[in-house]
């Protein structure tokens, strides 16, 4: 079993930057692909960027450039640094895991999901 709890939203503007945190519990948090996703209301879940335990990366085409994921396994920690943040941004985070070797960017193949937070980019 593994407990994710994200922190780090807020409302910010035009622009300004972010730092969203997901902090989990488990003793093998190194060996999980982890992944953010992203729901805005009246619309689906969606992929953001997800890290596999070996540092691989993926990211949806609108973040590129903007958002960078990283991870601390020392600290069972996994990050996401939001950058020259829109409007369109705005959106519950949500910080899952699973326990596979590949990368998921879909929500089915995630076991394990936080409680979220918000992130809204006022204009």
């Known amino acids: 079993q593994v407990q994710l709890v994200e922190s780090g939203g807020g409302l910010v503007q035009t622009g300004d930057s972010l730092r969203l945190s997901c902090a989990a519990s488990g003793r093998t948090f190194s060996r999980y692909a982890m992944a953010w996703f992203r729901q805005a209301p009246g619309k689906e879940r969606e992929f953001v960027a997800a890290?596999?335990?070996?540092?691989?990366?993926y990211y949806t085409d609108s973040v590129k450039g903007r958002f960078d994921i990283s991870r601390d396994n020392g600290k069972n920690t996994m990050y996401l640094q939001m950058n020259s943040l829109k409007p369109e941004d705005t959106a519950v985070y949500y910080c899952?895991?699973?326990?596979?070797?590949?990368?998921?960017?879909?929500?089915?193949?995630?076991?394990?999901w936080g409680q979220g937070t918000q992130v809204t980019v006022s204009s």
């Open positions: 899952a895991a699973d326990s596979t070797y590949f990368v998921p960017t879909t929500a089915a193949e995630y076991d394990y």
């Open positions: 890290v596999g335990w070996r540092g691989i990366t």
